[in-house]
Structure formats: C-alpha cells, structure tokens
C-alpha cells in the first residue's frame, strides 16, 4: 500500500496499456461516426468517442502519476477513476435509455441516481475512517438499486421488435459489468484488500468491457437496430 510517487510499479504498465487500448477505440468509433449511415448511428458512435476520449485523459493522468492524492493512512487514492466515471457512466446510461426508448423523465432519473453512485464512491474512497466509507459505499449501492431496477425490468416496457435483441444483449451485460465495480471497489479504495498494483488491473479490465466492448457491441454489432429506437 506505500508505493512511493515515484516508483515505476507493475500497476502503470497497466495504466499505459489501457490508456492505449481507450485512444485506439476512440478512433475506431470515429470512423463508424464518418461512415454512419445515419444521424441516429452517428449520434450514438459519436457518444462512444467521447466515453473513450475521456477515459484515455483519465488514464493518461494516472499513468504519469497525477490523478491520485495520498490518503493518511499512505495508501493511493485514485481519484481519476471518478472523474471518468462521473463523465462517461451517464452517457453509457443515456445510451441504453435512448435504445429502449424511455422517455426524458426517467433518463434524466437514471442520470441523476448515477452520479450520486459515483459521487458517493468519491467520498467514500477518500475517507480514512472507517465508517463513512461504508456508510457512502451504502448509499452509492442505494442509488444503485432503482438504476438496476429501470434497466432490468421497466425500459423493457418501451422496446419494439427491432430494438429487443440488442437492448436485452447490452443490458444484461451492461448489468452484470456494473455490478462487479461496487464489489471491485470494497476491495480496493474501501476495504484495502487488493494492493495498488491489481486495483489497476481490475478496473483496466472492467473499463475496457464496460466502454470498448460494450460500445462495438452497441454501434458495430448492432448498427442497424439503431435507428429503431426512439428519441435522442
Ligand atoms: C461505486 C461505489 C459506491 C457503490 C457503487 C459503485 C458503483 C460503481 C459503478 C461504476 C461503473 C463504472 C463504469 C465505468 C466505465 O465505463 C461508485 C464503486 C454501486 C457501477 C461502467
């Protein structure tokens, strides 16, 4: 837990890689946005250039060793990650809205709950004292539950036969990705199981599946449904 600032440790090979991985897919999805067919596949490989784009900056910060504070107790805070994630998981979670067609009221809910999961996360990862950070892990899983509720079970009251199949495909593993973040987070900035090195590793994988994969899915495997699905 006490790496020194300044140490090149395993964790920022993986940082680099990632970071690499992110700017290749941004560009990649670049190319869907010039070659889109229509404004509808434009607009959602456009999002998936942003999601990458920003997470590429949030990892370059940590890969040269600026996006974390060190807390009291000298273990490495990245608070990087959040900004990321305060950015891109609303527009993951706008994405699969606009899929299954839900209306304005309930993605701007979706939203809203999600960046208090991912502030909560925030406070909680900088607490040093105990309590609070399980207290704020509480609350992120509490406004966790009506966003996993919305997706599993009331968006699919919107989807038509063409968006079905790709909404039911990206929200299972949009669903079971996202679940694995709260339980990757009690072992690392919450509970200090896992050292500094494996916490990047683990959370390289999930953003490369929740972000990379996730997003071909959406606009190269499932192009064509797009223009389906309502709103946006
Ligand atoms: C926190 C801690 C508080 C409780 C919960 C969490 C959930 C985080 C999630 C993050 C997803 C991130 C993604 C990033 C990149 O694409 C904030 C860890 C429930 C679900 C998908």
Known sequence: TNTPDTHVHTGIVFLWVTFGIMVFSAFAFFLSVIRARTEKIRKFSATYVIICSVAATAYMSMAFQQGFVRKENGRQFYYARYIDWAITTPLLLFELATLAGAGSTLTFLI????????????????????????????????????????????????????????????????????????????????????????????????????????????????????PYSEGY
């Open 111 to 226: 939203v809203i709950l999600d960046e208090i999961m991912i502030i909560t996360g925030l406070f909680g990862g900088l607490s040093v004292r105990r309590g609070p950070t399980w207290i704020w892990f509480g609350m992120g899983c509490l406004a966790f539950l009506p966003i996993f509720y919305l997706i599993t079970i009331h968006f699919r009251k919107y989807l038509n036969e063409h968006t079905r199949t790709p909404y039911t495909v990206q929200s299972i593993g949009l669903t079971v990705l996202w679940i694995i973040y709260p339980i990757c987070w009690g072992l690392t900035d919450g509970g200090y199981v896992i050292s500094v090195d494996y916490e990047h590793l683990w959370f390289c994988i999930l953003d490369v599946l929740a972000k990379c994969v996730y997003g071909a899915f959406t606009v190269f495997v499932f192009r064509n449904a797009l």
